[in-house]
């Protein structure tokens, strides 16, 4: 069995609620904290355990707070990004929606290792569901004297609040989050400035991850270097992982980083194999963005070694031969998936949500979709895959934000790992109707 | 159409998140009034009722527009009662979204986009809910429901079918009044 830590109590009848989370030694992060700690002892715990945003990005967590401006008199906030968005990932709403209080927990020990006094967590709207779970775990902790004035007898007080978003993906991107969380349209700033020196309100911010924040407490509970023990290499710890597509166990999975992915998609603990005994034909692991990789260099890199899940596994061989580790959200295709129509899927998804501030982006993404869906349709031409290899190419690194890079990556990697697909579609559009319709595996009718 | 005013239980939520944000940020109350406006005023944003949003916040009415035209979860023309949310991305697709949206649209004689005769039923397609291991999936006011075969989704349509409220996203119960 995998190390689990966010997950351990996650079976626990009753785990939602205030009285039971604090029976499994809940909220002890808080109470060492607070009372037994300063807030740059708790940095740097977190720095020496090596905990990386789980967000995407992948960013280390301590350096991150380490630069958090701390002028006198100035109110510092901490913001929980809770707009999970990221297609194929889901890992965030289960925590939040089975152990609110975990992130609560490392909200409050995190706030207070920041100096912030008011928090926010920002949850997509189509979460209102969730909304309501967070909002009642929240009334618990205030009433049990772990939020507001004077917590636990000590001086720290802190105010947490939800804030609901409203669909729009990116609100992920943590500028454009702030700006949505003073009521504006989700533009993303030009950094510099980065949040840490002038976030929410112009005052110092720390946006993180609902599950980066939620490995706090275990890191400040049993130390830095024992969170750094756990994973591989520069990847500490757990990650959550959300499993989707054609495997017979999808879910959210806890494992300690280093596992095979092998082991990942085909062990009875994960995935349990690929769905009506199929064959793998490709992975897209770490969320909609990151390169796809056909079966072969998922499971094994390009110098042959069997491929990790972890951060310096996934991405070993650049995007020639390699991807990211990313969300974690990891979408698995069966040998009748047709690349070309996933691809589809994922060009309107950014077209449709581009903010529409930069051009590279804005035009760049709209002509991804209509060419791809001329191609899907079987009216393209070899000209049209060549003209969506460069519109790609075009976007990338010339936008505000990464949502520009977060669309053109995955239009790469299936021209660079499919051609022969995309030359088929637009050669014989005849034989279309044959793959189209694959994901019919899955019977709806009797389902 | 209902009058563009909240009652006092709503009104004492508004003043209850506008304390959230520090003085004089009250526009970050935008996007949760906006939300409530939605549930409250016949599940879209008429231009009054924006107009009514600036008020309460202090804001420009174009502050208001600019916002909730960018949102994809903000009406702004008129729906159904059941506001049928149907998410399409990837995993969902690979899993038969493209059936279930064809599905319903062939029950309901409508086209992803259009609303039903009868004004019972708007069918919508939607980018990824975050639902991708319980695919295929669709959103009706704050539920999910998942793991859809056209069973589910045919007695999803006869339930709403003798419903008279409208679909919701929140209620005036959904936050926490601090």
């Known amino acids: 069995m995998s190390k689990k830590i966010l997950l351990e109590h996650i079976n626990v009848p009753g785990i939602e609620t205030l009285e039971v989370y604090r029976s499994k030694g809940g909220y002890s992060s808080v109470e060492k904290a607070l009372k ?69 927990e490392g909200m409050i020990t995190s706030s207070f290792a920041l100096g912030a006094n008011t928090s926010y967590i920002y949850v997509r709207g189509e979460y209102f569901y969730i909304i309501k779970i967070l909002e009642k775990a929240i009334d618990d902790a205030y009433k049990a004297g772990l939020l507001g004035k004077n917590i636990l007898g000590t001086d720290y007080s802190l105010d947490l609040h939800v804030q609901a978003g409203a669909g729009a993906y990116i609100c992920g991107e943590e500028t ?52 750094a023990g756990i994973g591989i290499g520069r990847s500490t710890g757990t990650k959550l992982i959300s499993a989707s597509g054609h495997i017979n166990k999808p879910g959210v999975y806890e ?123 079987g009216h393209g031409t070899l000209a049209d895959v060549d003209l969506l290899w460069e519109i790609q190419s075009k976007i990338e690194g010339n936008t505000i934000c990464p949502l520009g890079d977060a669309a053109a990556w995955p239009v790469a990697s299936a021209i660079r790992h499919f051609k022969a697909e995309f030359e088929d579609y637009v050669k014989n559009p005849s034989s279309i109707s044959k793959v189209k319709h694959y994901h019919n595996m899955n019977n709806l009718a009797t389902a | 159409m209902s009058e563009i005013k909240f009652d006092d239980n709503s009104l004492a939520l508004v003043q209850s998140i506008i304390k959230r944000y520090p003085e004089g940020k009250q526009k970050s109350a935008l996007l949760p009034l906006l939300h409530l406006a939605q549930a409250e005023f016949d599940g879209w944003l008429s231009v009054p009722a924006m107009d ?60 992803p986009g ?65």
């Not at chain 1, 037994?36 to 301590?62: C, H, N, W, Y």
């Not at chain 2, 008020?55 to 023309?77: D, H, Q, T």
């Open chain 1, 36 to 104: 037994t700690m300063t807030q740059d002892a708790i940095v740097e715990e977190v720095k020496k355990s090596g905990l990386r945003g789980r967000g995407g990005a992948g960013f280390p967590t301590g350096m991150k707070w380490s630069f958090l401006a701390k002028p006198e008199g100035v109110a510092r906030y901490l913001v929980c990004n809770a707009d999970e968005s990221e297609p194929g990932t889901f890992k965030d709403r289960y925590l939040m929606e089975k152990i609110p209080h975990l992130l609560i």
């Open chain 1, 176 to 227: 454009a989050l702030l700006e949505s969380l003073e009521g504006k349209r989700g533009n993303p700033r030009i950094k510099p400035p980065f949040p840490a020196i002038a976030g929410l309100y112009a005052c110092p911010t720390i946006v993180n991850n609902v599950e980066t924040l939620a490995a706090v407490p275990s890191i400040v509970n049993n130390g830095g270097e024992w969170y």
């Open chain 1, 255 to 377: 494992i300690e980083m280093g596992i095979t992915v092998e082991d990942f998609i085909y062990s009875d603990e994960y995935c349990g194999g690929i769905k009506n005994g199929k064959k793998l034909k490709a992975v897209v692991a770490g969320g909609s963005s990151v390169p796809i990789l056909p079966a072969d260099l998922i499971l094994t890199t390009a110098n042959g070694e069997k491929r990790l899940m972890s951060y310096e596994s996934l991405a070993d061989g650049g995007f020639a031969s390699g991807t990211m580790l990313g969300s974690g959200g990891f979408i698995v295709m069966d040998e009748t998936t047709s690349i070309v129509e996933n691809l589809y899927t994922f060009a309107r998804f950014y077209h449709h949500e581009s903010c529409g501030q930069c051009s590279p982006c804005r035009e760049g993404t709209a002509w991804m979709e209509k060419i791809l869906h001329k191609i899907k349709d």
């Open chain 2, 52 to 111: 009514y949003v600036a008020s309460l916040l202090s804001i420009k009415p174009i502050e208001v527009y600019e916002v909730a035209s960018f949102y994809s979860m903000f009406n702004l023309k008129p729906v159904g009662k059941c506001l049928i949310e149907v998410c399409r991305t990837s995993s969902c697709w690979l899993r038969g979204a493209n059936e279930i949206v064809d599905h319903i649209g062939n029950k309901l004689g409508i086209k």
């Open chain 2, 114 to 178: 259009e609303t039903t005769a009868d004004g019972k039923f708007t069918l919508k397609t939607v980018e990824c809910l975050g639902s991708c291991g319980t695919a295929p999936m669709l959103q009706i006011g704050d539920k999910f429901h998942e793991d859809l075969t056209f069973d589910k989704v045919d007695s999803l349509l006869d339930e709403w079918s003798n419903k008279t409220e409208h679909s919701k996203y929140l209620d005036v119960n959904t936050f926490r009044k601090n």
